[in-house]
């Protein structure tokens, strides 16, 4: 089925009137190749839109009309804005239909769940690739390429160079040489969560504070510690000197009468 791309001719050029274009709903574009002049065109933005959103439309090729005319062409590159969903520019490439072209075309995968690889040995399709750069002739382009996995058995690999392309398509040269894998069938790893080794914890009686509590309760120790340390000090400060003055006056007392006793032994004995 031919999809059928409206374009208009655009006179003015320059960011300042792309500006303009896309702010009343239209898409500046180009269309060039065939050996022809480049032609700046616009497109209908919602209308472009949709038709982006379609697989075929990507890998296909288009009917472009415009001024009353037809020719087909190949969508080469688009822009889009990098969160609206809108399009800011479009690249068309005019065919030549006796000149071969170069595409890139999805790949699909048919019967992955009833080939034996799957069904009985218990394997999962994993595909390496999702599309394909291939060459051909215009009219022998395909929308897509179907791959049948119906035969596929466990720890199989299908590779470039085993597909089954369409009659007149082939893979790049690059691909030819390298013969890359496309998709294989194995049975998935484990996947082994590793637990962690619990932190070491040291045994604390009583209720362990929270880290805000122990900070505060620190603080406050350290405040508590600093207040002792001035009572302390204060009260040894204020007690020497009063037990100096009790131990003077005692010693006095005691020694006093001593003396005293000593004088009057000595009387008694003159006597």
């Known amino acids: 089925m031919k999809i059928e791309v409206t374009a208009f001719p655009r006179a003015q050029q320059g960011s300042s009137a792309n500006r ?156 030819k040489h390298e013969n890359p894998s496309v998709v294989s069938v194995h049975v998935p790893k484990e996947i082994v969560i590793e637990e962690e080794a619990p932190a070491p914890v040291t045994e604390i009686i009583g209720e362990v504070p929270a880290e805000g509590e122990e900070a505060a309760a620190a603080a406050e120790g350290g405040e508590k510690g600093e207040k002792g340390e001035k009572k302390e000090s204060a009260a040894g400060e204020k007690k020497e000197p009063a037990a100096a003055q009790k131990k003077e006056p005692a010693a006095a007392e005691k020694k006093a009468p001593a003396g005293a006793e000593k004088k009057d032994t000595g009387k008694k004995g003159k006597e």
Not at 57 to 69: K, V
Request: charged share 25%; hydrophobic share 45%; aromatic share 6%.
């Open 20 to 175: 303009r274009l896309r702010g009343a709903g239209r898409v500046p574009g180009i269309v060039y190749g065939a050996n022809q002049a480049s032609q700046n065109v616009e497109f209908d933005h919602n209308a472009l839109l949709f038709q982006l959103k379609l697989e075929a439309f990507h890998a296909s090729i288009l009917d472009l009309a415009l001024d009353g005319q037809k020719f087909p062409v190949l969508l080469r590159d688009y822009q889009m804005h990098p969160w609206k969903q809108q399009v800011l520019h479009v690249d068309f490439q005019r065919v030549d239909k006796n000149r071969k072209i170069h595409m890139r075309v999805p790949l699909h995968f048919l019967n992955a769940d009833i080939c034996p690889g799957v069904k009985t040995g218990g394997g999962v399709v994993q595909p390496a690739m999702n599309d394909i750069d291939i060459q051909c002739l215009p009219d022998d382009l395909p929308a897509f390429i179907e791959v049948d996995l119906k035969d596929m058995e466990l720890n199989e690999t299908l590779h470039i160079l085993e597909l089954s392309l369409p009659k007149g398509v082939e893979p790049v040269i690059k691909l």
